[in-house]
T-cell receptor, first 115, second 116 residues
């Protein structure tokens, strides 16, 4: 079974609008971390936001927020006020356990911001 | 600024030759380094985990004799693609776990390998 599932291969959003990128995960470990990374065409992986499994509140980092629905095992990324520079691939990832270092990545969502 | 520096960013090599990719952790010691491979428009696939001073752990299906990993110091891990073939052409990226931020991994800039 896939650890991380991203069902949107491609998304379009109008500049200045908000967009939600979907991510669901699968784990039986009660301790885990969820991450979102942005990968522009240059290839580098840029950390956006982190949510721990025990965190009570949804994580926020500037224009990025993570809609954490633990019972549904979903961790959707919300980007508000989209900018042209947001066009990139977005990957959802999970790290299991307190000491596990391995990241499991989803297949990614290609976001295009339309002017 | 980057906390993991990966070099080279792009390399083109002839079939049959070997290519070495370096990942250095800047301002921190990385006892563990992950090596990923990414095909165009696909996700990152973990190839191996290198641990300083010990043998790397390879994922199933990854040839350890073809993808040599060395982690001789706490700041440097290398991946050598030996006897490269066109099918080895891919984007290779390393990452080191963060100590400060819970679970975050710092990624290198990636290396785009083209074997001709």
């Amino acid at each position: 079974a896939q650890k991380i599932t991203q069902t949107q291969p491609g998304m379009f959003v109008q500049e200045k609008e908000a967009v939600t990128l979907d991510c669901t995960y699968d784990t039986s470990d009660p301790s885990y971390g969820l991450f979102w990374y942005k990968q522009p065409s240059s290839g580098e992986m840029i950390f956006l936001i982190y949510q721990g499994s025990y965190d009570q509140q949804n994580a926020t980092e500037g224009r990025y927020s993570l809609n954490f629905q633990k019972a549904r095992k979903s961790a959707n990324l919300v980007i508000s006020a989209s900018q042209l520079g947001d066009s990139a691939m977005y990957f959802c990832a999970m790290r299991e356990g307190l000491t596990g270092n391995q990241f499991y990545f989803g297949t990614g969502t290609s976001l295009t911001v339309i002017p | 600024g980057a906390v993991v520096s990966q070099h080279p960013s792009r390399v083109i090599c002839k079939s049959g030759t070997s290519v070495k990719i370096e990942c250095r952790s800047l301002d921190f010691q990385a006892t563990t380094m992950f090596w990923y491979r990414q095909f165009p428009k696909q996700s990152l696939m973990l190839m191996a985990t290198s641990n300083e001073g010990s043998k790397a752990t390879y994922e199933q299906g990854v040839e350890k004799d073809k993808f040599l990993i060395n982690h001789a110091s706490l700041t440097l891990s290398t991946l050598t693609v030996t006897s490269a073939h066109p099918e080895d052409s891919s984007f290779y990226i390393c990452s080191a776990p963060s100590r400060d931020r819970a679970g975050e991994a710092f990624f290198g800039q990636g290396t785009r390998l083209t074997v001709v």
